[in-house]
């Protein structure tokens, strides 16, 4: 891989210097000679297309050094045994890849999509219709109807009830309702 840098760089510096000399030919020559206005535009067209390849030229030196340096580096990880990073370096060339949906089905069957505004208009709608809510105004209120609960039966679960145990959904623990006493028990039943 060495050997290729070397022959690319070589012939790059070569290119380069034969442009600057046929550049260079070229002024002196419009210099020292009167030259006619066709013959001058074609001596300019010839140092511009000579200095866009000289530019051509250094920029793949610059990429066949970088990828140079690369591929050492991953060739480095392997010889080390370290297949993650090597992967993941030979991984950062790949470009990334982004999926987009670019056609999605109309609601109910009614066709697909194609249009980013319809598309747009549709995933709207859908969301609207999944995040609505559609439930009963006090659903609690609906199942606490049933028999009234006794006075004697808060009194026989609270005596039952063991200390030390962890309190429910409500924070409330076993002890602070037997802290509460007679008040407490009233306001359960």
Request: aromatic share 4%; net charge negative; charged share 20%.
């Amino acid at each position: 891989m060495k050997l290729v840098v070397v022959v690319v760089a070589v012939v790059a510096v070569v290119i380069v210097v034969v442009v600057v000399v046929v550049v260079v030919v070229v002024v002196v020559v419009q210099l020292a000679v009167s030259v006619p206005a066709a013959e001058a535009a074609v001596a300019e067209a010839v140092i511009v297309v000579a200095v866009i390849i000289a530019v051509i030229v250094v920029i793949v030196l610059v990429v066949v050094v970088w990828l140079n340096s690369k591929c050492d580096e991953i060739e480095l990880l392997s010889q080390r045994n370290d297949l993650t990073a090597m992967l993941q370096k030979i991984k950062s060339f790949q470009p990334k890849q982004t999926v987009t949906a670019s056609c999605i089905k109309g609601k109910d069957g009614g066709g697909i999509l194609f249009e980013k505004e319809k598309i747009v208009l549709r995933w709207t709608e859908y969301f609207e219709e999944l995040f609505s809510d559609q439930r009963c105004a006090n659903l609690i209120q609906e199942h606490l109807q049933g028999p009234e609960i006794l006075r004697n039966e808060v009194e026989k679960c609270l005596k039952d009830m063991k200390y030390g145990k962890a309190a429910g959904i409500d924070n409330i623990s076993c002890e602070m309702l037997k802290a509460l006493g007679d008040f407490g028990i009233d306001m359960l039943t």
